[in-house]
């Protein structure tokens, strides 16, 4: 039980991360691959603020949107010029160098060291290092930002996002300011990821900085294809497949010393079979 | 989406529900009275798979050369590619699903992601890892030559040598950081002086540059602080950059591939890792033991001897295993004679050694 | 002595390495006008190849390259043939061809430590014992040299195959525009196939050689993948010399970058650099 309440809370950290990332990879046409490094930044905040502090957790989630806003507008404001292909790369570059700082600005994020001992939150008298509670948190969470969500993409703002998507040239015609609606969009997706680095901070009570590399925005990216471009609950679906795939194959019985190799052969086909039978994902609505 | 898609799509989500929780339902295991269950999380795919294949050899071979024993003993491996969310998985399958009474870990960061699992969920679990905060709790212990004993004697030892000046090139990663952290503030205390200090990531290759910037700074002596395989390609690189300095490491010759690269080199290791182990693990994989191998394959005799001395109808309790753990002294290990102190540290030695005709030896000082 | 002739040499060397990674991946980059996230595991391929041939079969050295460097074109042609190929017939977007090859990458990488085990591997037999050559104050050595001189035959080779053959022709007809190849009587798919073949096998030559250098292991792909990528984009993509001149000029930034600034901040160096190409010449150092 313990294990299955384990799996929920992880899927539904990845479940905000895919739906803030859908925001900008699905609605928006931008293949961002810089995911992670505003779920470090959320992680880190709390992480530090909890260990060194005396700021509680809910002010540290606030902390951490503020600080991943700001500094998604500064990389925003240099992506927003870029499409396609080179959004792609220059996000990696992003990503890499966030990851770095992680890594080498030792005095206030340990470095290789990690930050270990994060509290688990605390609100009235509930106590949330029983596992099933934090679940519970994380699900409303998870509510929040995909209401959120939702909101933004019903909204007119939604429907020029699409627009930008389809055809970016025709809305610039029509007087839209195209790099301010997707630099707002990022930040928009920068701060729900931060949350979801809150919660994954406080829940494991330990992070460094190999959670937060270029591999691992790769993973939060494929969430969103697997499950479906531009759909919030293919988001959602990818989330719950590629957070359980691996688990389901720790039963299949491979050979012990092939085990975990095989698990990433099989992860690998189904990355191929998507994309030739199914390239807009599970359930999307747009095709990358 | 049209409504029939939309019907398949819920079909399989509630299959892959279904599934998962058959799987775990199924594999549920009963607590046996007789059996106690290691289960082993440490890094089977992903960049760094060799170091987990090791732990797993190591273990493997520690469960063949057992003898006859009260209860017997499982051992269930789990893949955690380094990557704290999956350390996590593995360690709640590990409880939730085979019912463990044991985990082992490898790695500091991992450690310190099982460490408040398994206190939370009363389970020993004991961490292949330098860092202390993984010993915490009453059923966390770690199994790893402590830096400042490995440094007490590195440091003698170059005072013994009369070496005044040390070059350092440090892989960027918590187990060389550790080391090297303990190592700067205990010289302080000497005239050693690092000359220079070259950090690189994990991963990297090409040295050639920061050899290049060490080159001129008089170094009498290399500490390389990496591991395999970074340690190779360094010490390779410096030689074909003309440079003759000697060169010396903590812990990472001995596990060399390639120990020609270092021969007549002294270095620091765990103290006499009996060559009885290194023989058995190279017959078995054709391979050098890997870093953390050694203390694997004591780990899993240190929870056996734990477990037998506890003498009772049914078998110990992870309290009691707990319990026994902190009560041994003068173990036998192959990494030396081991004892654990209070705070759940194995202790062991370490010693002086060096590479000679491609075989690490003991020095006789 | 003085560090800067080393220095200089060194960016030479490394630059030699991402340029034959570069080389390889902006031909099929130019052809097909996706980023081949798999071109990065044929250098394993082409690695592991030579180490079995060569120390585990203890056939011929250079017939044990050749085997290599055949193997990984045909791994590439055989991806081109059952993955691209088809997602190329259902017009998929350049972002799915991405997310198949990441697919690809995955596996094949997965297979390679199944087979070889992970750990790192040599494939010199002279380890440490190398010849050395003094050049201009620095110190080479004679793989190195090797490297250099090969970089140079391949660019040569490219070249001539590009501007003066019919093959070359037609690629550079697809190059342009696919379509109007296809009318102009051109097989394409026909043609990319052997791109596919040609560009891989580079890709596995690149491996042996750093094979030859450092060594192997079933994850080098990507690291020097990345660097190929770094090195085509500044120099601009799908642009045969561009790919070698930026692969010197990342080589020379990295490694005077870490003569001022710690190491570790290598790799944060070189996506720095990508990011101002990319924000001040988007379309590299060649591309109009």
């Known amino acids: 039980m313990e294990y299955l309440i384990h799996l929920a809370i992880l899927f539904s950290i990845y479940a905000i991360l895919g739906v803030s990332l859908n925001l900008v990879v699905g609605y928006t046409g931008l293949l961002s691959v810089t995911h992670a490094a505003f779920y470090g930044i959320g992680a880190y905040t709390t992480a530090i603020l909890l260990t060194k502090t005396g700021v509680g957790f809910f002010s540290s989630v606030i902390l951490g949107i503020i600080v991943a806003i700001a500094l998604s507008f500064l990389i925003g404001v240099v992506l927003s010029k870029f499409k396609g292909d080179y959004y792609a790369i220059g996000t990696f570059g992003f990503n890499t160098i966030i990851f770095a700082i992680f890594l080498n600005w030792q005095n206030l994020t340990m470095g290789p060291f990690g930050i270990p001992g994060i509290s688990k939150p605390e609100l009235l008298s509930i106590n949330f290092a029983n596992n099933f509670n934090f679940l519970v948190l994380a699900l409303i969470f998870l509510g929040l930002i995909y209401f959120i969500a939702r909101f933004i993409t019903k909204s007119p703002f939604g429907r020029v996002l699409k627009a930008i998507r389809e055809d970016e040239k025709a809305i610039v015609v029509f007087g839209y300011n195209t790099p301010y609606f997707k630099l707002a969009i990022f930040s928009i997706s920068a701060a729900m990821a931060a949350v979801a680095g809150s919660l994954f901070a406080s829940y494991l009570t330990f992070i460094d900085p190999s959670s937060f590399r270029l591999m691992e925005s790769a993973f939060i990216l494929a969430i969103v294809i697997l499950g479906g471009l531009a759909n919030l609950r293919g988001a959602i679906l990818g989330a719950l497949f590629l957070i359980l795939l691996p688990e389901i194959l720790r039963f299949v019985g491979f050979p012990p010393d092939i085990a975990a190799q095989m698990r990433q052969v099989v992860y690998g086909v189904i990355l191929i079979l998507v994309m030739l039978y199914r390239p807009q994902g599970l359930i999307g609505e747009y095709k990358l | ?365 | 002595m003085e560090i800067v002739p080393q220095l200089i040499l060194n960016s030479i060397i490394a630059g030699s390495i991402y340029a034959l990674i570069a080389l390889g991946f902006n031909f099929v980059y130019g052809a097909t006008k996706f980023f081949n996230l798999a071109h990065g595991v044929m250098a394993a391929i082409g690695g592991y190849a030579v180490f079995y041939f060569a120390k585990t079969l203890g056939l011929n050295l250079y017939f044990a390259v050749i085997l290599g460097v055949a193997l990984a074109g045909i791994v590439g042609y055989g991806l081109d043939k059952f993955i691209y190929l088809p997602l190329r017939k259902r017009k998929a977007s350049n972002m799915v061809l991405l997310v198949a090859s990441l697919g690809a990458m995955t596996a094949l990488q997965a297979v390679i430590a199944i087979l070889f085990t992970s750990r790192f591997k040599t494939i010199s037999q002279n380890i440490g014992t190398q010849k050395l050559f003094e050049v201009l104050g620095g110190v080479i050595t004679q793989t190195q040299l090797i490297i250099i001189l090969v970089t140079a035959l391949i660019l040569a080779g490219l070249v001539f195959l590009l501007y003066k053959t019919l093959f070359g022709k037609a690629v550079r007809a697809i190059s342009d525009d696919e379509e109007v190849a296809q009318i102009v009587g051109i097989n394409t798919n026909k043609i990319i196939g052997y791109v596919f073949f040609i560009g891989s096998a580079l890709a596995g030559l690149a491996g042996i050689l750093v094979g030859f250098d450092t060594g192997i292991e079933p994850t080098m792909g990507l690291g020097l993948l990345l660097k190929g990528v770094i090195a085509s984009v500044i120099g601009g993509v799908g642009n045969i010399y561009g790919g070698v001149l930026g692969a010197f000029l990342l080589g020379f930034v990295e490694n005077f970058g870490i003569w001022k600034i710690s190491g570790e901040w290598k790799d944060a160096i070189a996506f720095t650099l990508l990011i101002v190409f990319l924000i001040f010449r988007p379309r590299g150092i060649m591309n109009k």
């Not at chain 2, 000359?195 to 009498?220: M, P």
Request: charged share 20%.
């Open chain 2, 1 to 365: 989406m049209n409504k029939l898609t939309k019907w398949v799509i819920g079909i399989i989500v509630v299959i892959a529900v279904v599934i998962t929780g058959y799987f775990v339902s199924q594999n549920s295991s009963k607590v046996s009275t007789e059996q106690i269950k290691i289960g082993v999380v440490a890094p089977m795919s992903g960049n760094l798979a060799f170091l987990g294949e090791g732990i797993r050899d190591a273990m493997l071979l520690a469960q063949q050369d057992l003898g006859n024993t009260q209860y017997t003993y499982e051992l269930i491996f789990e893949d955690d590619q380094l990557d704290s969310k999956i350390t996590a998985s593995a360690v709640n399958k590990l409880l939730g699903v085979n019912k463990v009474d044991a985990i082992v870990s490898f790695g500091s960061g991992p450690g310190n992601v099982v460490a408040p699992i398994a206190e939370q969920n009363n389970v020993v679990h004991l961490g292949i890892a330098s860092d202390p905060n993984v010993a915490k709790g009453e059923f966390n212990f770690i199994h790893w030559t402590p830096p400042a004993e490995e440094n007490k004697v590195f440091v003698e030892e170059l005072q013994r040598r009369g070496i005044k000046k040390l070059g350092v090139f440090e892989s960027n990663q918590q187990g060389a950081a550790a080391v090297m952290a303990d190592l700067k503030e205990k010289l302080k205390e000497t005239d050693i002086e690092i000359v220079t200090d070259q950090v690189f990531n994990v991963g990297e290759k090409d040295f050639r540059s920061i050899i290049s910037k060490a080159k001129n700074s008089g170094a009498e002596i290399y500490l390389l602080m990496a591991f395999s395989p970074e340690v190779e390609v360094l010490g390779k690189q410096i030689k074909e950059a003309g440079i003759n300095t000697p060169l010396t490491s903590i812990e990472a010759f001995e596990l060399s591939e390639q120990v020609d690269l270092f021969e007549g080199e002294w270095y620091v290791n765990a103290a006499s890792p009996t060559g009885d182990f290194t023989t058995k693990f190279e017959a078995k994989t054709n391979e050098n033991p890997t870093l953390g191998a050694a203390n694997a394959y004591d780990i899993f005799n240190l929870i056996v001897a734990a477990t037998e001395a506890f003498k009772g109808s049914t078998k110990p309790t992870p309290n009691q295993i707990a319990n026994e753990l902190t009560t041994i002294k003068d173990f036998n290990g192959v990494l030396g004679n081991l004892s654990v102190d209070e705070d759940g540290i194995v202790i062991s030695k370490a010693a002086i050694r060096m590479i000679k005709d491609g075989k690490p030896v003991d020095i006789d000082n």
